[in-house]
């Protein structure tokens, strides 16, 4: 069974720091990793998707990473800002369940 | 424009009454999931549907029900038999099972 784990559940930076958020999973057999936001009463909004065959994935402020050998990604996020204050989730899909398991979450405060 | 939408967004039920929420969706996706999260917690599947007229349960799937009668339609009704359904309850699709996903603006289900 795959399993997803995100450490921290919370962090809280000052304004302009870089950071990263990390995602571990325990079954590397994975096609790909997605990261995502959520605002507090809102959905889900896709970050990025990195694909099992890549390395990183580049979004403006934002860099994913992904190894599967050790079972983990990172999210970077450089010179943060408070608009960027939210949960973070990764998702991985799970072939042998042909669905995909959830992290619980970090939720990132910026702090002008 | 593209995207998923639900309906409502605010839901509010008398104990021992059935609810339907509504998700749609017009990206032509095959996979369409239903969601539940709780404050301060992960997502947890309910029911996903890899196909037309073809769906299955996820992990929490006791007192509620789905049909998929449609591509673009994936309603999930909340029972009598759900004890505890108060919560964000939150739709997605995706092209294939193991393919980027998008959400919805989710539905928030409270009982009175």
């Known amino acids: 069974k795959q399993e997803v784990t995100q450490i921290p559940a919370a962090l809280s930076v000052p304004e302009g720091e870089n950071l990263v958020l990390n995602c571990s999973f325990t079954d590397s057999a994975i096609y790909n990793l997605q990261w995502f936001r959520q605002d507090p009463g809102k959905g889900l909004t896709s970050l990025l998707l990195?694909?099992?065959?890549?390395r990183e994935q580049t979004s403006g402020r934002l860099n994913a990473s992904l190894d599967k050998s050790s079972g983990r990604s990172t999210l970077y996020i450089a010179a943060s800002q408070p608009g960027d204050s939210a949960t973070y989730l990764c998702a991985v899909p799970y072939p042998s369940a042909g669905k995909s398991t959830f992290g619980d979450g970090t939720t990132l405060t910026v702090k002008p | 424009d593209g995207g998923i939408t639900q309906s409502p967004k605010y839901l509010f039920r008398k104990e021992g009454q059935n609810v339907t929420l509504s998700c749609e969706q017009n990206?032509?996706?095959?996979?369409m999931y239903w969601y539940r999260q709780d404050p301060g917690q992960g997502l947890r599947l309910i029911y996903y549907?890899?196909?037309?007229?073809?769906?299955q349960k996820g992990d929490i799937a006791e007192g509620y029900s789905v049909s998929r009668e449609k591509k673009e339609s994936f309603p999930l009704t909340v029972t009598s038999a759900q004890k505890n359904p108060t919560a964000f309850y939150l739709c997605?699709?995706?092209?294939?099972?193991?393919?980027?996903?998008?959400f919805g603006p989710g539905t928030r289900l409270t009982v009175l």
């Open positions: 549907s890899q196909i037309v007229n073809d769906f």
């Open positions: 990206l032509n996706h095959d996979a």
């Open positions: 997605a699709s995706s092209e294939d099972w193991y393919n980027e996903q998008f």
């Open positions: 990195i694909q099992s065959s890549q």
